[in-house]
């Protein structure tokens, strides 16, 4: 059983910055994908970026040059760097991997933009 558990949220005003962290139970590299979603309220949970093991990071339009996905293999953990944020960013944000047909959850972090 895969372990994921999110951290880093917060308040903060329009035009900070956050780092979200992810620290999975197992490596990354054994994992088809990692990803950040998040779920604003009230709305669908959407996909914010993705990294796939064989190809090019993936970034939802509204956050493209916003938004940073990195690893660091040696902790298992993955971050989510989110720049210039803006209230339309507040969710929650929730760290995702999976392998066939198994997937796997964090228990998701609020990251709240006041305007």
């Known amino acids: 059983q895969v372990q994921l558990v999110d951290s880093g949220g917060g308040f903060v005003q329009a035009g900070g910055s956050l780092r979200l962290s992810c620290a999975a139970s197992v490596s990354f590299r054994s994992m088809d994908n990692v990803a950040w979603y998040r779920q604003p309220p009230g709305m669908q949970r959407e996909l914010v970026a993705m990294?796939?093991?064989?190809?090019?990071?993936y970034y939802l339009d509204s956050v493209k040059g916003r938004f940073t996905i990195s690893g660091d293999d040696a902790t298992n953990t993955m971050y989510l760097q989110m720049d210039s944020l803006k209230p339309e960013d507040t969710a929650v944000y929730y760290c995702h991997t999976g392998a066939g047909f198994y997937t796997y959850w964090g228990q998701g972090t609020q990251v709240t933009v006041s305007s």
């Open positions: 990294m796939p093991s064989d190809g090019i990071a």
